[in-house]
């Protein structure tokens, strides 16, 4: 992925035994034509093309990052998008993957390969109640696989509970199945008409709580919306709820304890089965390893996807209950098993470099660590509560978020180009953040923080101290 020439190519010992050669910082006279060409040949991801030129990144090392020019980046963002959970340069994760590129990278996901087998072994020994992995390439389709499960499942059982509960502001992907069930409606505009069989119930948002309420004397009526919204969908037609254990990408979002148990109960009463999409939070973000461990809630399907690999390779996962695997091998002939398929959800050095993601997580007590760090993280972004202009901190574990108000009083959100100014700020100082992307009409005000797990404390002062920077840079 380097853009520096390689005189020769490396040995099969160099690439068992390490990396690639380092490429310099910088990509040296080569650097502008790299920079115009990217601009002029590459179609980027969620950006308008006016004619500047797009940050080009060439080397990765630990939070750090160095773009085509040679200058430095603390990455806050774990890869942008909250994937890269150990880092860059994860010498470990890249030997593991190499030498089962060599042995076998791939064959086709109705054959079996001993990587896969090693990672559902080991991941399900953290997820008790699931017992089945099915494997294939991004949160999208892990999701997409979910709501097939669920349809099939109807379908088998001659009922007509197909129909499926999302949440507001929560995000479970691009196809034009996920974005059915987008509670994020500046990403969905314009790509409809979408799947027909989803229905939406209210955000878990408690400082901007639909009902006008505080927390917690509430009542929660977040959670009890699902069972209203059941039943006017009419009970016998719904048969699952997708919903993000903690909302990420729609504001972090982190439910209050009883939210979930409440929610689970209202399901359980109606036998909608529960689908959590952690493919932000899966793996350890929150300081367990996934979200839902916080609750002590049971998934009956869970999609895991961006800190899977780390982003070292492309891999998703669906984690069902044997109940659901058991309910779609009851049919015969043509609907006797589940007719689908993900061609890269075969790839053997995928599920070697996840396996090895794991194993790290494991041996080095990384949820632990995150969620020490997280409480440094959190707090320290909590003392800028005292700027006029930020009216929430919240988070849990490496996950977390700060909104921003034009008044306090009156929680106005601030408009979303001087949320973008602190931003750009931010990375002219050096570190990079995320922030809530053309997601929400009049809410897309919130700056994320989702540094990698052994962000150090000294990390976490760069990075707060490049916030008030960049706050009193743009806003005074």
Avoid at 280 to 298: N, P, W
Avoid at 306 to 320: F, R
Avoid at 327 to 353: E, H, K, M, P
Avoid at 395 to 424: H, I, N, T, Y
Wanted: proline share 5%; aromatic share 10%; hydrophobic share 40%.
């Amino acid at each position: 992925m380097f853009h520096n020439k390689i005189e020769s190519q490396p040995s099969e010992d160099a690439l068992l035994g390490g990396f690639l050669p380092d490429p310099p910082a910088g990509a040296g006279p080569d650097a502008e034509a790299y920079l115009e060409d990217d601009r002029d040949l590459v179609w980027h991801h969620l950006t308008r093309h006016e004619g500047a030129l797009f940050p080009l990144m060439v080397k990765g090392e630990g939070l750090r990052l160095w773009d085509v020019n040679g200058k430095e980046y603390l990455d806050a963002t774990s890869g942008g998008v909250w994937c890269v959970n150990l880092g860059y340069g994860r010498k470990e994760i890249v030997e593991a993957a190499a030498a089962q590129l060599l042995r076998l990278p791939y064959y086709v996901g109705s054959a079996g390969n001993l990587p896969s087998v090693d990672l559902a072994r080991a991941l399900l020994k953290h997820a008790p109640g699931l017992s089945r992995v099915y494997f294939s390439s991004s949160g999208s389709e892990a999701n997409e696989k979910a709501f097939k499960m669920i349809r099939l499942v109807s379908y088998l059982k001659k009922d007509s509970r197909s129909k499926i509960l999302y949440r507001d502001r929560d995000y479970h992907g691009t196809t034009l199945g996920a974005l059915s069930s987008c509670g994020q409606k500046e990403r969905s505009l314009g790509f409809g008409p979408f799947v027909p069989g989803f229905e939406e119930v209210p955000a878990v948002y408690c400082y901007r709580c639909s009902f006008k309420k505080s927390y917690p004397d509430c009542d929660l009526e977040c959670a009890r919306a699902v069972e209203e919204v059941i039943l006017r969908t009419g009970p016998e037609t719904v048969g699952g709820a997708v919903f993000e254990t903690v909302t990420a990408g729609g504001g972090i979002l982190v439910p209050p304890p009883e939210y979930w148990p409440e929610v689970q109960s209202v399901l359980k009463k109606y036998d909608v089965a529960l689908i959590l999409d952690e493919v932000v939070t899966g793996l350890g973000r929150t300081g367990a390893m996934f979200a839902y461990d916080h609750y002590g809630i049971q998934p009956d399907l869970l999609t895991l996807a961006k800190g899977v690999a780390s982003a070292y390779l492309p891999i998703s996962l669906t984690l069902a209950t044997e109940k659901i695997f058991q309910d779609l091998q009851s049919g015969s002939g043509v609907l006797g098993y589940f007719r689908d398929i993900s061609t890269f959800g075969g790839s053997a050095a995928a599920a070697a470099a996840a396996y090895a993601n794991l194993k790290i997580i494991e041996r080095d007590n990384l949820v632990e660590r995150v969620k020490a760090m997280g409480e440094v993280l959190i707090g320290s972004l909590s003392e800028f509560l005292k700027h006029p202009n930020v009216g929430d901190v919240r988070g849990v574990g490496l996950l977390a978020g700060v909104e921003f108000v034009s008044s306090k009083d009156a929680r106005s959100p601030l408009p979303e180009e001087l949320v973008v100014k602190v931003a750009v700020e931010m990375a002219k100082l050096g570190v990079l953040v995320g922030r809530t992307n053309r997601s929400v009409p009049g809410g897309n005000n919130i700056i994320n923080f989702a540094p990698a797990y052994f962000v150090t404390e000294e990390d976490v002062s760069r990075i707060c101290q490049a916030f008030g920077e960049a706050l009193k840079r743009v806003l005074g």
